[in-house]
């Protein structure tokens, strides 16, 4: 079985040059790119399995890029970066990030990341692969079909509703800040459109749980976000 692909974020040639290194001892296979831009671009048009990015990029914050590929793609996404602020760290996993790697790190390090990400990558295909249809209680969502049905009946959703329902279900137990769902809704995350998204979190709740009697999908937690839970 081949070893997977890894795309290879950094402008910073003498460190992209070390792990390129260490992928080889190791026959991964692996492309380069050198800025935000090309980075996109090459997640796009070369679908590797996994990311390995640099946050401090020359055109655009790494941020940025996990924002952008994950609007289509579930790619395990490791940053690495100089930068040992919480918040940095926050902000990358916020956007999708999956694991956390600060420099100066050893190949050592590096390469055991990459295996633990590996094992995680056969459970995201199997888990994607298994569930085309999600079903919760009398909930359930057919990603393929892009519809939900309560009961059996199919739910009049608004795209945003249906969006929302999508990374809940998606993310099933798991908590889902403002940040991270606005920013997956709108691609911004101002007060506004956290006051949005309560909106539509309350006519979406309306719809999947139209009697009082009705089974609470969606848990709060006041200023925080939303969880699904398995029921
Ligand atoms: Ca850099």
Redesign the pocket.
């Known amino acids: 079985m081949n070893k997977p692909l890894i795309l290879i974020v950094?402008?910073?040639s003498a460190?992209k040059n070390l792990i390129a290194t260490a992928l080889e001892t190791q026959d991964y296979r692996y492309v380069t790119a050198a800025n935000g831009v090309q980075a996109v671009l090459e997640a796009a048009t070369k679908c590797p399995d996994i990311l390995l990015l640099?946050?401090?990029?020359?055109d655009m914050d790494g941020v940025e890029v996990i924002r952008k590929v994950r609007s289509w793609s579930e790619m395990p996404i490791i940053v690495i970066?100089?930068r040992s602020e919480d918040t940095d760290k926050i902000d990358a996993l916020d956007a999708g990030a999956d694991d956390y790697l600060t420099k100066p790190f050893s190949v050592e390090e590096l390469l055991a990341r990459l295996r633990v990400t590996q094992r995680r990558l056969k459970y995201i295909r199997a888990a994607a692969a298994q569930e085309a249809v999600f079903v919760n209680g009398d909930l359930t969502v057919d990603y393929a079909a892009g519809c939900a049905r309560l009961r059996g009946q199919e739910l009049h959703l608004t795209p945003i509703e249906y969006k929302l329902l999508c990374l809940l279900s998606r993310n099933v137990g798991k908590v889902l800040t403002h940040t991270y769902l606005t920013r997956e809704i709108w691609g911004s995350a101002f007060d506004s459109d956290i006051a949005s998204l309560r909106v539509f979190m309350t006519t979406l709740r309306k719809k999947i749980q139209p009697r009082p009697k009705d089974a609470q999908f969606i848990q709060t937690h006041v200023g925080v976000g939303y969880r699904m839970v398995r029921l």
Do not use: I, Y
């Not at 640099?54 to 020359?58: K, M, N, S, T, V």
């Open positions: 950094e402008d910073d460190v640099d946050l401090g990029l020359p970066s100089a």
